[in-house]
């Protein structure tokens, strides 16, 4: 043995040869072991000649792996392989017990490689693969409740059960909200992996996130719009709602930059294969210029201090909206020429190429409206923008661009509703979450035909939004009953807890 290694305690080897012990040799095991210590980069070798467990590395483990190279295996009188019986995992030693580690279990190896999840489900119970398996399009059911609470709010043609009926809508928004909530939480705390894994897989995983802000400031103009001009509510709502739009605001600002981002980087899509759902965050941004001007427009008592600051970060908004809406409709219109529509699964989502513009014309006009007809910029009078010379040709520009991004809409809702009945004819489409995505889209047009009905004094539009508003109604409805009837006699919510279904058989 080499000067440099430590002192050695010898223990015997025995084997037996035909029935007799024999002792072939002693191995320096404690010295082996010391080497180890400073030395060793993996796991124990096992001498299959000898029987010893030898460390990595240490010249009685090379040794023995030149040896099993340079000599076959033994046989007996039967002319069988003879296997020498393995030590324990512990040896027992002079200054101690010293246990071999053992190899990595398979199921750590799959929790290194972030697929232990999937393979665990037989275990849990239905709740547990529901709450695994939850995805953020349910936020798709909150968010149409808010505009069609809206819509039904605002409608030309009023009559006393439509204000019950949008506080209904209102309260029922506001409790979906949290529940979906609730359980996207749990998701991502209790099955961070799971959710990750599924998110960087999917385009729809990761747009859909947007769908829970919007149905935040939905929220945030009922506030205004309901709570504050109730005769419990006044100015102090007011600044509740107002509070809130900064706050969903700010979230779908980040939530529109964090699913751009994420886009770019894992590379789930390409110009062939784009979805619809891409254009959700920039619906979204519309959507937050929108409910600003909801805001300080229908609120109780809001001041143009406060309003103007909402006004120009709405324009803004606009303005990100409609430029990343550009790029988006230019890349998806290349996709529908190069590859034809989506696969009938994800038919419905293609209305929701009609929402970027749809939201963006409506916030428009009705920034145009807290501009020119409150007197917003002629009260809070800065500047040489902000006064009420100004407003009036703001009013204008407001409108005219709305009507421009209207036409925009028409070319689209008259090419998704084709694509979608091709499907229907053909007898490819079936029931999934991704028909919600038929509400929201459509009802931000009925909202920009809203507010051309106020700035114009358009009886025409005024049946028009009516018209709109009665079938997105009766689309509402019949979704929530699909939903409801699939939730109880398939897994749409609750997943089997001894199934782990392929994605392209599940019904979200």
């Not at 989502?349 to 749809?358: A, E, I, S």
């Not at 040709?393 to 209207?406: K, P």
Request: contains cysteine.
């Amino acid at each position: 043995m080499h000067s440099d290694r430590p002192a050695a305690h010898w223990a015997p080897n025995i084997e037996t040869i035909n029935g007799a012990p024999n002792e072939i040799e002693a191995v320096p095991v404690a010295a082996d072991m010391e080497y180890h210590r400073v030395h060793a980069q993996s796991d124990p070798v096992v001498d299959e000649t000898r029987g010893a467990l030898l460390l990595p590395d240490s010249p009685s483990a090379n040794n023995s792996r030149l040896q099993a190279q340079a000599s076959p295996p033994s046989k007996d009188s039967n002319g069988t392989l003879k296997e020498a019986e393995r030590h324990d995992a512990s040896l027992s030693m002079d200054n101690g017990m010293l246990e071999a580690q053992p190899d990595n279990s398979p199921r750590e190896t799959e929790e290194r490689n972030g697929t232990a999840d999937r393979h665990s489900k037989q275990g849990k119970s239905a709740f547990q693969n529901t709450l695994e398996n939850f995805t953020p399009k349910w936020f798709a059911i909150s968010m149409n409740t808010g505009i069609l609470a809206i819509l039904v709010h605002e409608i030309p043609y009023q009559f006393k059960g439509l204000y019950v009926l949008s506080i209904i809508m209102y309260l029922v928004d506001l409790t979906l909200f949290v529940i979906v909530c609730s359980m996207t939480i749990l998701r991502w705390a209790l099955y961070p992996k799971a959710a990750k894994r599924k998110s960087a897989a999917s385009i729809d995983e990761i747009a859909f996130l947007a769908a829970a802000p919007i149905t935040f400031l939905y929220l945030t103009s009922l506030t205004g719009i309901i709570v504050s001009n109730a005769y419990w509510g006044g100015h102090a709502w007011s600044l509740v709602a107002y509070s809130m739009w900064w706050i969903g605001m700010a979230w779908m600002l980040t939530m529109c930059f964090v699913v751009n981002i994420t886009l770019f980087r894992v590379n789930l899509v390409d110009d062939r294969s784009m979805m619809p759902s891409a254009f959700l965050p920039a619906v979204g941004v519309a959507t937050a210029a929108l409910v600003g001007g909801q805001v300080v427009n229908y609120s109780y008592d809001v001041s143009p201090r406060l309003a103007v600051p909402v006004i120009i970060v709405a324009y803004l908004l606009c303005g990100l909206a409609i430029w990343l809406s550009i790029i988006l409709y230019g890349i998806f219109f290349h996709r529908l020429m190069a590859s034809g529509w989506p696969e009938p699964a994800k038919r419905p989502t293609l209305m929701l190429l009609v929402g970027p513009f749809g939201q963006t014309s409506a916030a428009l006009q009705i920034l145009a409206t807290d501009a020119l007809t409150k007197m917003d910029f002629a009260g809070y009078h800065k500047g040489t923008f902000l006064q009420a010379s100004a407003a009036s040709g703001v009013s204008s520009a407001s409108i005219l661009f709305a009507l421009l991004l209207l036409g925009h809409d028409i070319f689209w809702i008259i090419c998704c509703i084709f694509g979608i009945l091709e499907g229907a004819f053909k007898r490819q489409l079936s029931y999934n979450l991704t028909w919600w995505s038929t509400i929201f889209p459509v009802g931000t047009m009925a909202s920009a035909f809203l507010e051309l009905s106020i700035s114009i004094d358009s009886p025409t539009f005024k049946v028009l939004t009516t018209a709109l508003l009665l079938l997105l109604l009766v689309d509402y409805f019949v979704n929530w009953g699909f939903t409801l009837y699939y939730i109880f006699t398939s897994d749409l919510l609750f997943k089997k807890a001894d199934k782990d279904m392929p994605d392209e058989e599940k019904l979200d």
